[in-house]
């Protein structure tokens, strides 16, 4: 073989990288084989992400582009390349990552996996009607369609209501004293109020002490009087004015306070006043379709004795258990009645979790499977058995837990993640690179074994798997690793290595390697003594049933479980809204409307009560991985509350005072300052038409959010848009002298954000990292003690090296006098805890109670607790941990 022969034999088994740039990447040159586990490594802001998405998928994405028509091809080149000189022996790339995307009530499990197409073609073909309905389509099966959706509730499954109790919370309060609360604020509010004492009703007597006949009017009527308004007339003086006919300061007109929350929600412009009246609206339950989206004639189609709402409330497990006698050809009715009974045992729990969060449902009887005609059993076991494969290969990634009509926006993104990878299992697509976003998130170490068996799967089908990971696990099972580093930001950017694991370990600059081949044993410590403890009795939420949990006060708690085991529905949201509601503050709100954050509120679906320990807790610190802002122009400097001192320091410059820049001018929020063409954000939407819309740097200001005058002021020899350039690391130094600047940036060096610039936009940061930044602004705060912090799967998108340093800080939290409680799958940070609460044993209705608790060690012990066998491996000496 010559040697040409040799280069292209070469070409075709690697993916060859020369030149990248992108990012801190530093003129990185690398060979990555094809067909094959590679895995990227290295500690938070390396540019792992960098080299495997910003590079690799990215220029996999521009050839593509590159097919399609010129006009659209024109609008992607505003976009732009990835910074690389040369990437050969590229496949297509499909990139499978955490964002969610932009979330919608209509987005589910089952249109995720496209089951639910599957689901409505079986009940069209294959669906027992009521005698003499006509047969249906499969899109009158869909709540996303008009000819499908519930002409109450338009498909949602909840209606939304305006009650006295919402608009009107605190009934000893008069109307004077704003006791209607939905009404508006400030002189609207004051307008209304006057109205009403020229019509003549009470304003002073408390609401409840109000005849009913009045209440119903002030807060429900559809009229709409114009009557003259004396404006600061007590009601005497207001009825002597009528009498008079004095001329009044105006005239104005009355609105109820129902039709002023229902016409601003609808019409307002305003973000802030949708949000505000939109907490006087409720939801619940669509009486007409019981939660289920669909109109009446969908409903009453059966398949296996049950409709197709209630087969898209049960767990996929269920589903799969109901529907595989039809796959295998079996239609006898004595095949499905254990199933069936089981499935109406479960029709309540699922239910609330398909409707939104509401009280149980009616069960009703589950009829038999009726008797199918040939055709119809053709139909159906084609069908079933191609839902059945899919819903395996759900099962096979510790999905099984999920409902198909289990709301997009209720997923975690690992989950979303895995739903997206599972399908394109069963895609059956060959020669394609698979980029993953850490896989392993939020994935118990039981369950990612099932997920290393599917990168293989699609690895064993002819395609190359790049995973950017932190799991050690899933690095030594690789086949390649690729490490970048040795630090973040601009100490990053190198390939520390590139070939099989055991290789890794000579290198003696890699954190990873430090981290892949030491003992795996924590170093022991003594666990703290609870303080008190907080105790919470009949907690219902989800699948936890009637629970009963004690959280020691004044320690560090672990909650841990299986994916979907019910530990979430625990910590982030019972325990939290239970602390919230004694503490007298509003819950937050429920996650099924994460997609819109100004929709109206569903009733809180929390049941128990705080039994003990609250005397102890003054207040609830909740850190969550939602994003700190949904556009560029939000991002760390802003949200951390440092840019306000960075920009009086520009102001205070003799260069600023000379031109009469106040601080205002600093910012890219204000007109006076920033870039008219982009308005500050330093990026502009580009429309890609039959994709969605990317944003690409401001053409005008390139990126630096602000116009040239502003830009002339420099502090230090620094112009304001090369500070918000700055990673904080650079930061830190730059601003030593400054202590109002200083402490946050120390603060986020020291949690693992070192790497971030401090104007980078809030679009571009993960869970992970928002909720690090959201810590740090906490972290600020004078430490008074008393405090209960929770935290959801806080080492999320960390590499151990980074973990050890959030785990510091969260360990000062806990010597400050504090609580701390985390829902946690990284093992070494449970081995570090005081306490731990395993949930389980399994998910979904298998899951939902506790099975074990204590320390670290004593869980250990369980044989129960599948976290305990796996808390072996990394734990010291039992004895010594104790």
């Not at 369609?145 to 949602?156: D, K, S, V, Y």
């Not at 008797?371 to 759900?394: F, G, P, Y």
């Not at 093992?827 to 570090?832: D, M």
Request: net charge neutral; hydrophobic share 40%; charged share 25%.
């Amino acid at each position: 073989m010559n040697r040409h022969a040799d280069d292209e034999h070469l070409a075709s088994r690697f993916v060859r990288v020369r030149g990248a740039r992108e990012h801190n990447l530093r003129n990185v040159d690398v060979d990555i084989p094809r067909d094959a586990l590679v895995v990227f490594t290295g500690i938070s802001g390396s540019g792992k992400s960098s080299l495997a998405f910003g590079t690799l998928y990215a220029e996999a994405q521009r050839r593509y582009f590159e097919s399609v028509a010129p006009y659209a091809r024109r609008l992607i080149e505003q976009v732009g390349s990835p910074d690389v000189d040369a990437i050969e022996g590229l496949p297509p790339a499909v990139a499978l990552q955490q964002q969610r995307g932009t979330p919608s009530a209509r987005s589910s499990v089952g249109t995720v996996t496209t089951l639910a197409s599957l689901l409505r073609m079986l009940y069209s073909r294959a669906g027992n009607y009521p005698p003499r309905q006509p047969t249906l389509y499969a899109e009158d099966f869909s709540p996303n369609t008009p000819q499908g959706a519930c002409p109450n509730c338009h498909g949602l499954g909840r209606v939304y209501q305006v009650t006295e109790r919402s608009m009107v919370p605190d009934d000893s309060l008069t109307i004077r004293e704003r006791g209607i609360k939905a009404w508006p604020p400030a002189w609207h509010g004051q307008n209304l109020r006057d109205i009403l004492v020229t019509l003549g009703y009470d304003v002073d007597t408390p609401w409840r002490d109000l005849p009913k006949k009045d209440r119903d009017w002030i807060l429900f009527t559809d009229e709409q009087p114009t009557v003259p308004v004396y404006a600061g007339f007590t009601p005497a003086e207001t009825r002597a004015a009528l009498r008079r006919k004095t001329e009044p300061s105006y005239q104005g007109t009355f609105t109820g306070a129902r039709k002023y929350v229902l016409h601003t929600f609808a019409n307002t412009q305003s973000a802030l006043m949708k949000k505000r009246v939109s907490r006087f609206m409720t939801g619940g339950i669509c009486p007409v379709c019981e939660g289920k989206r669909l109109k009446r004639e969908a409903l009453s189609v059966t398949f296996a004795g049950v409709d197709i709402g209630t087969l898209a409330e049960l767990p996929l497990d269920r589903v799969a258990e109901l529907l595989r006698p039809a796959a295998q050809g079996r239609f006898d009715e004595s095949g499905d009645r254990s199933v069936l009974s089981r499935a109406a045992a479960a029709k309540d729990t699922a239910r609330r979790v398909a409707a939104g969060g509401s009280a149980h449902a009616a069960t009703k009887d589950v009829r038999r499977t009726p008797n199918l005609s040939a055709e119809k059993r053709i139909a159906a076991q084609r069908i079933t058995h191609d839902l059945v494969e899919r819903i395996e290969s759900l099962q096979q990634l510790g999905l099984g837990y999920l409902s198909l009509g289990r709301g997009t926006p209720t997923l975690s993104p690992g989950e979303l993640q895995r739903l997206r990878l599972a399908t394109q299992i069963r895609s059956s697509l060959f020669g394609v690179v698979y980029v993953l976003d850490e896989p392993s998130a939020g994935l118990h170490p039981a369950d990612n074994e099932a997920l290393l068996l599917a990168l293989q799967q699609l690895k064993r089908a002819g395609n190359s798997i790049f995973v950017v990971e932190h799991d050690l696990e899933v690095m030594r099972r690789a086949d390649w690793l690729v490490d970048v580093g040795p630090d973040a930001g601009e100490h990053g950017g190198c390939i520390l290595y590139s070939g099989p694991p055991a290789g890794l370990q000579a290198v003696k600059a890699s954190h990873t390697a430090r981290y892949l081949f030491a003992d795996c044993a924590a170093p022991p410590r003594r666990p703290r003594t609870a303080a008190g403890w907080l105790e919470l009795r009949g907690v219902t939420r989800n699948n936890l049933q009637g629970l009963d949990v004690r959280f020691p006060l004044g320690t560090f708690t672990a909650v841990t479980g299986v994916s979907g085991s019910g530990k979430s529905s625990l910590v982030s949201q019972a325990l939290v809204e239970l602390v919230l509601e004694h503490l007298g503050h509003e819950p937050p709100p429920p996650e099924e409307e994460e997609g819109d954050e100004l929709a109206p509120r569903v009733s809180a679906e929390t049941g128990g009560r705080l039994h003990a320990g609250m005397e102890h807790i003054r207040r609830l610190v909740r850190v969550d991985q939602k994003p700190i802002g949904r556009t560029p122009r939000s991002n760390l400097a802003t949200y951390t509350g440092l840019f306000d001192a960075v920009r009086k320091l520009f102001a205070a410059t003799q260069a600023a005072r000379a031109r009469r820049f106040d601080a205002g001018r600093f910012s890219f929020n204000v007109a006076k300052g920033r870039c008219e063409t982009c308005e500050g954000e330093g990026f502009v939407s580009v429309e890609l038409l039959f994709m969605p819309s990317v944003y690409a740097p401001c053409p005008t200001c390139h990126g630096a959010r602000y116009n040239e005058q502003t830009l002339k002021v420099t502090w230090r020899d620094r112009n304001i848009a090369e500070v918000l350039r700055m990673t904080v690391e650079e930061a830190v130094a730059f601003f030593a002298s400054e202590a109002a600047v200083s402490k946050p940036l120390a603060l986020l060096r020291d949690i693992g954000l070192g790497y971030l610039r401090l104007g980078q936009p809030a679009t571009e940061l993960s869970g992970g990292e928002a909720q690090r930044i959201k810590l740090a602004t906490e972290l600020q705060r004078p430490q008074r003690g008393a405090t209960l912090y929770v935290l959801d799967e806080p080492t999320t998108g960390l590499h151990p090296a980074d973990v050890d340093k959030l785990l510091a800080q969260l360990q000062g939290l806990v010597d400050a006098g504090n609580t701390v409680v985390v829902v946690e799958h990284e093992l070494h940070v449970v081995a570090q805890s005081d306490w731990v609460i395993d949930v389980g044993p399994g998910a979904g209705q298998e899951g939902g109670r506790i099975v074990a608790c204590g320390t670290p060690a004593a869980v250990c012990e369980v044989d129960e607790s599948r976290t305990g066998v796996y808390l072996r491996q990394v734990m010291g000496p039992l004895d010594t941990c104790a």
